[in-house]
Each structure stands twice: as C-alpha cells, then as structure tokens.
DNA sequence: TCTGAATTTGGACTGATTCCAAAGTTGGTA
DNA sequence: TACCAACTTTGGAATCAGTCCAAATTCAGA
C-alpha cells in the first residue's frame, strides 16, 4: 500500500487526495470492487470525488499494471489490486462474489498444436461454483 | 443445426421465423457475434426482426443450454454455439478475433485447498495473444 | 508568488442491454 | 373454419456502464 504509492510517486504521479483514496479503497485482499463501488467507498473519505476520476485513476492504475480488470460477466469490469502475485479468480454464480486463487505453476501453456498460430501471452482461469454461503 | 432446431421443438419452442433466423445465424465453427452482429446477420434475412427479439432468443438459447455466453473484455458479450463440446478461448488482443480450443482432459480441476469451500461447477480459461494476422 | 501543466469536475453522450405495453401469431378446440 | 388463450414480436423508453469534454481547480517548480 505504502510502497504502491512510492511507486507511484517514482513514476511520477501526482499524488493528489482523490488518487490517494481510490489506492486506499482498493486495498487489501480478495478486493473486486467495481467502478461505482471504488467511487462509493471513496467518497466516503473525500465526499466530493467524482465518478470520472475514479474511472480516469482506474484507468491509470490499471495502466500502470497496478490493478487488473475482470469481466467475468457480461456486467460491470471488476477492479483487482492483486497484481504483482499471478492468481486465477472463483466465482460465486449466487452472489457473484470473487475469491483470488493462487496460479499453479503450471498452468497457462497451451501446446502449440491448437494455439492456430497464436502468440499467446497470457491466461486467465474463472472457475464458477457455489460459495459456502450460497450453497445451503 | 437440424438438430438444434429439432431439439428446441422438443422442448416445447414455437418454431417462428425469426427464431429460426437467430438460430441459423449461430452456426458454423469458432463464430462468436455480438448481439448487435446477430440482430444484422438476422436481418439480412428477416429484415423486420427487432433487436428485442434477438435478445430474447439469445437469451433463451442460452437458458436452455444451446448457446454459450462469452464475456472476454468488458464489452458486449458474445455468443457460442459450440455448447457441447467443452472448449476454451484463445483470443487475439490485436482485433478481438476468437477461437475455440478444444479443453484439455484434466483442465477443470481446482485442489480442493484452494477452493475456500466452494463447490465448483465449471471452468473457463481464456487464452490472450496475438494472432498470426496481427503479429505482423 | 506566479505560471504552465496536470488534474478534477459535472454533465452530456454513447453503447449495450433490459423492460414494457400494445400488436400480432399460433396451435388446439369447438 | 372460427375462436381463444397463450405465446411472441415489436419499437421505444428506460437503465446501466463507461467515455468524452470544456471549464474550473490545483499543483510543483522557478
């Protein structure tokens, strides 16, 4: 979190309130929020944030390669600030919520025989199932 | 596709004309279309067809397990009439194009230490690239 | 302190999708 | 064959997610 913003700041961001918050928000583990949930939470710490600059930080961020974008539905793109540990997502397909499951190692070669002359560079993993909760 | 159309008459589906568009629209291998690129394609030979009904028979061709729902990016979703052979996506980040691959044997599989209590149903593995057209 | 560049803002706008009530069709029955 | 109730389709309004933009604000450095 700190050393986020550290990073930030070295490439030189402007750190400003408002950026300040949205890294806050987006902070801990198994973090999935959405844009209007980023914004939500935030202005709670600074009331007067704006939907566009949480949607230009998002944007920023995810530039960076600080936060990931999942669209695991057809519904809003979801915001990941697990970035620097390779995860596959768990979704719950009753209450949609996200769960970060690591990478194993293993994983994400695709052999080369049904790659249809593909470069591939990367692999995403969503694996649905019912969450405790959700399944009675 | 005869089948398809067989199938759905079976389970109870009034076989109207635009329904049969929608679903002759969705047929062939690796296609993917956008809602909006079905309503067109349908309309090329149903012209009056409404993007209402396209939804709804898309919708409901997914309900009934014959069509796939394909949400890669945050954009419109895709539909994928390749329901019943378990595949993946290889999709090409240059111009969005998809393709099925066809899903390893033992892919699906999550150690149940990582499942944080989940009962998980199914599996989805997008691979990103570039494809031999656009990696120039 | 001043100033130019970076940032924020609210609102208009777009794209994707859903919703809805009215109009049209259909298959089965009398 | 005519009729009816149920099923479908339709176009437009409404909603949701996200982008765009010009004006106002704020910042860092001289």
Redesign the interface.
């Known amino acids: 979190m700190t050393d986020l913003l550290e990073r930030l700041r070295e490439r030189g961001w402007r750190l400003t309130a408002q950026r300040r918050v949205v890294a806050e928000v987006l902070n801990g583990e198994h973090v999935h929020l959405t844009a209007d949930e980023v914004h939500e939470r935030a202005g709670q710490r600074l009331p007067e944030i704006s939907r566009a600059t949480v949607y230009n930080t998002l944007g920023e961020l995810v530039a960076l390669g600080e936060v990931l ?1 999942v ?4 519904r809003a ?1 979801r915001y990941d600030p697990n970035a620097h540990r390779p995860h596959h997502h ?1 979704v ?2 009753g209450c949609r919520t996200i ?1 970060d ?2 990478a ?1 190692p293993d994983t994400g070669l ?2 080369d025989d ?19 909760d959700c ?1 009675g």
Chains 1, 2 share one sequence.
Do not use: M, N, Q, S
């Open positions: 974008e669209a695991t539905d057809g793109k768990l719950c397909t769960r499951v690591p194993p695709l052999p049904a790659a249809f002359g593909f470069a591939v560079t990367g692999v995403e993993i969503t694996y649905r199932g019912l969450c405790p399944r």
